[in-house]
């Protein structure tokens, strides 16, 4: 499970690294549920992260992540501590703090210019992520980290606009792969084979056969024939004569 885990992330980074600039180190803005999610299951962020996504990470957050933590006193205050590992980014809330949820959308809107992935588990944020086009979204389910398929928006955005002529043949295959998990491509009905129209019989089978003229036996084997009877006659006079 896990090695099928790996290609698949490795087929999404593909897309985009190629469709949106995707580049290492990736940067991951994370929230407290993710790091709360990640304590409950021992999941250790800055060891499992780059080696679920096969390369160099930054994780980061924001001073509107850290606030909402520190104001959620002592049930989230694990959480607060793994996130206050991460390098603070700076966002348009500094002296104005909103939900985190707000800050990370504000982060990532307008095409996602910083090439952030987002790692949560708030189920709000998560349904207007999946409504962009171009941001990763990461979350932990049974004890492992999962990053989600592209979203229907981004594959429509990149499908308008080069359409099939400057794709990769993998990336083609790719694109196709994840519109079909995603319910844009409808099933093509099977093709119904042409039935063979019954046609008469062969024609080959219907000609009559050649009869062959029966062949006279030669001339010399009559002769033979007929002095073998002579030489048995003969014989037999001999004999009589004889007795």
């Known amino acids: 499970m896990k090695i099928k885990r790996q290609k698949t992330a490795k087929k999404l980074l593909a897309f985009y690294k190629y469709n949106y600039g995707f580049r290492e180190p990736f940067q991951i803005l994370l ?7 990640a304590l409950k299951n021992k999941i250790q962020i800055k060891e ?12 980061c957050t924001t001073s509107c992540v850290l606030k909402e933590l520190q104001s959620l006193g002592k049930e989230l205050y694990g959480a607060k501590l793994i996130a206050q590992r991460f390098q603070a980014r700076n966002c348009s809330h500094l002296k104005n703090p909103v939900g985190a949820s707000t800050c990370l959308l504000s982060m990532v809107e307008n095409n996602n210019p910083h090439h952030y992935f987002v790692a949560t588990q708030d189920q709000e ?22 990053l989600e398929k592209a979203s229907p928006k981004s594959i429509a ?15 083609q295959q790719t694109i ?5 998990e995603q319910g844009l491509v ?12 019954k046609g008469g019989p ?5 000609l009559k056969k050649k009869v062959r003229p029966p ?5 010399e084997k009559k002769q033979r024939r007929s002095r073998k009877k002579r030489r048995m006659a003969a014989s037999c006079v001999k004999v009589e004569a004889t007795m």
């Not at 409808?186 to 129209?197: G, N, V």
């Not at 062949?215 to 001339?219: D, F």
């Open 31 to 37: 929230d407290g549920t993710f790091c709360q999610a």
């Open 48 to 59: 499992q992260m780059p080696k679920y996504l096969m390369g160099e990470v930054q994780l």
């Open 125 to 146: 944020l998560t349904v207007k992520i999946k409504k962009l086009s171009g941001v990763p979204l990461m979350y932990i389910i049974q004890n492992t980290m999962v």
């Open 157 to 171: 955005q990149q499908q308008s606009l080069y359409g099939n002529q400057f794709v990769p043949l993998h990336q």
């Open 176 to 180: 196709q792969h994840l519109k079909e």
């Open 186 to 197: 409808k099933e093509s009905e099977p093709r119904c084979k042409k039935r063979k129209r």
């Open 202 to 206: 062969n024609p080959l089978s219907c």
């Open 215 to 219: 062949q006279e036996p030669n001339k």
